[in-house]
């Protein structure tokens, strides 16, 4: 792999398509795994001032390089051409789920989280992507390993676990829940990943990290929100700070303004590039606390109905 990590509806989108670290006292209390890892810096990098300011900043496993990015929409021009798909049709695409419970124990705190937790998630997904993807759980697995249930990110562990795990397609989404290694809240994979490599497929998650669990500011299921949109073709809204295109920005997406670093926490008004507007800081794709993330853009809807119809419908 070559990457390292109730709210507005999806629905106000209408006629539109629009690593996770966990530091300090974020992390879940049920955990016994040791998070002194220091957290790491996203690509654009953050200044001292902000770092210190907010104690438990959410990072993302899942990042992407800058010659990457470069190949990948070179190939999804091409593809888009070539199979001749209209970004701008709407319809309601269905998204079977199946999800991985991976324990050490039969209690919650070990992992095995219950299925009421697991819907409730479901149940935020279709709130959060609205009417254009429907997520529909179509099974649970449960597995008790112990080296699984800390797999950090491109471990071993990780590929034996998905690889031992994963079901269906291109278009369904695998869902990995553990103590995840590394102080991860989660990371995921890009549509354009699966042909090379389709049995790493998929988001792995953070069992603590969905409604009413015990990681704090990070416990009401906007992690696997944030996961699944990078599973479905999106970038960070910070991609590239403000180096970014002055009409579409380091994301690839002309209505989230650019943004010169992540923000962390809650911070309301912020405005660190002189161009598009104020960061989007209550967008999905940041890394604010789960109670201030409320939102996709028409633009990032779009590019997932883009990467999906390119490549993972029907593949």
């Not at 992992?111 to 009417?131: F, R």
């Not at 112990?146 to 562990?157: F, L």
């Not at 009409?247 to 405005?271: F, H, I, M, Q, W």
Request: with cysteine.
């Amino acid at each position: 792999m070559n990457h390292p990590c109730m709210r507005t509806p999806f629905l106000a989108l209408t006629g539109a398509f629009a690593f996770c670290i966990v530091s300090g006292a974020s992390a879940s209390a049920a955990s016994d795994a040791d998070h002194s890892t220091p957290a790491l810096i996203a690509a654009g990098g953050v200044d001292a001032n902000q770092e210190a300011a907010v104690a438990n900043p959410r990072g993302c496993g899942t990042q992407i390089d800058d010659a990457e990015i470069q190949r990948i929409e070179a190939e999804t021009a091409r593809q888009v051409e070539a199979l001749g798909i209209d970004p701008s049709k709407a319809q309601v695409y269905t998204v079977k789920v199946y999800w991985h419970v991976i324990n050490q124990g039969s209690s919650t705190s070990s992992g095995n989280i219950p299925s009421s937790q697991i819907a409730a998630q479901i149940k935020l997904m279709n709130e959060s992507y609205g009417s254009f993807y429907k997520f529909v759980l179509a099974g649970t697995t449960r597995t008790t390993n112990a080296s699984w249930y800390t797999a950090g990110y491109d471990s071993a562990e990780e590929a034996a676990l998905k690889s031992a795990l994963r079901q269906g397609t291109a278009d369904d989404l695998n869902v990995y829940s553990a103590n995840l290694g590394d102080n991860l809240l989660g990371w995921a994979t890009f549509p354009s990943w699966y042909a090379a490599d389709p049995l790493m497929d998929g988001v792995m998650l953070l069992y603590s990290s969905v409604p009413g669990g015990a990681t704090t500011n990070y416990n009401l299921g906007m992690t696997l929100v944030h996961e699944a949109g990078h599973w479905l073709g999106l970038y960070h809204t910070f991609q590239g700070g403000c180096a970014g295109s002055a009409t579409k920005g380091g994301d690839l997406v002309v209505d989230t303004p650019a943004e010169k670093t992540y923000a962390s926490g809650c911070p309301g008004y912020r405005n660190t590039c002189t161009q598009r507007g104020v960061d989007p800081t209550s967008n999905f794709m940041d890394y604010t606390y789960d109670a201030c993330m409320d939102h996709f853009t028409a633009g990032q809807a779009t590019r997932m109905n883009t990467q999906w119809q390119t490549y993972r419908l029907g593949k």
